[in-house]
């Protein structure tokens, strides 16, 4: 069963729930994925930490995946892939100027964040255009959501 959390840990800014458990769910889907995942949606602050922390760069980002498997050997089945943060302030900064708005882009971020749990990475420069296309075809299924490049 595929368990999907939605939690808004951010002091002021909301944002609307279903949609993006939709998408998440969508998504788990159409990868064929088991197991469920928890959004975490928080501010600069804690995001400025969970950088520092675990990939010890500082400032914030504006989205993390950790993945329940993670480092471990052998083959353990666990009810979530993961955990993805999405910086609602980060989100904010980046959709100034451009016609997306921040309902749209955490939907990105988190169609991001959910991809990198199911083994999707950007490092090399084929893997982003491959990524960036799976973000873009998700969204855009989900109800037309436009994502830039």
Same mark, same amino acid.
């Given at each position: 069963?595929?368990?999907?959390?939605? #939690?808004?840990?951010? @002091?002021?800014?909301?944002?609307? +729930?279903t949609p993006l458990r939709q998408l998440? +769910?969508?998504?788990?889907?159409? !990868?064929? %994925?088991?197991?469920?995942?928890?959004?975490?949606?928080?501010?600069?602050?804690?995001?400025?930490?969970?950088?520092?922390?675990?990939?010890?760069?500082?400032?914030?980002?504006?989205? &993390?995946?950790?993945?329940?498997?993670?480092?471990?050997?052998? @083959?353990? !089945?666990? @009810?979530?892939?993961?955990?993805?943060?999405?910086? &609602? $302030?980060?989100?904010?900064?980046?959709?100034?100027?451009? +016609? %997306? $708005?921040?309902?749209q882009e955490v939907a990105l971020l988190?169609? #991001?964040?959910?991809? #990198?749990? &199911?083994?999707? $990475?950007?490092? !090399?420069?084929?893997?982003?255009?491959?990524?960036?296309?799976?973000?873009?075809?998700?969204?855009?299924?989900?109800?037309?959501?436009?994502?830039?490049?």
């Open positions: 069963m595929r368990r999907i959390n939605i #939690h808004n840990a951010h @002091p002021r800014l909301k944002i609307r +729930k998440v +769910k969508y998504i788990l889907c159409s !990868e064929n %994925a088991s197991q469920g995942v928890d959004v975490i949606l928080v501010d600069d602050n804690l995001m400025r930490r969970l950088n520092r922390e675990f990939t010890n760069r500082q400032g914030t980002t504006d989205v &993390l995946s950790f993945g329940m498997g993670e480092g471990k050997s052998g @083959p353990v !089945e666990y @009810p979530s892939l993961g955990d993805v943060y999405v910086s &609602l $302030d980060q989100a904010q900064r980046q959709v100034q100027g451009r +016609k %997306a $708005d921040l309902d988190v169609a #991001h964040g959910v991809l #990198h749990l &199911l083994g999707y $990475d950007h490092r !090399e420069r084929n893997q982003k255009a491959g990524m960036r296309k799976k973000e873009r075809e998700y969204l855009k299924s989900m109800g037309g959501v436009s994502t830039p490049g």
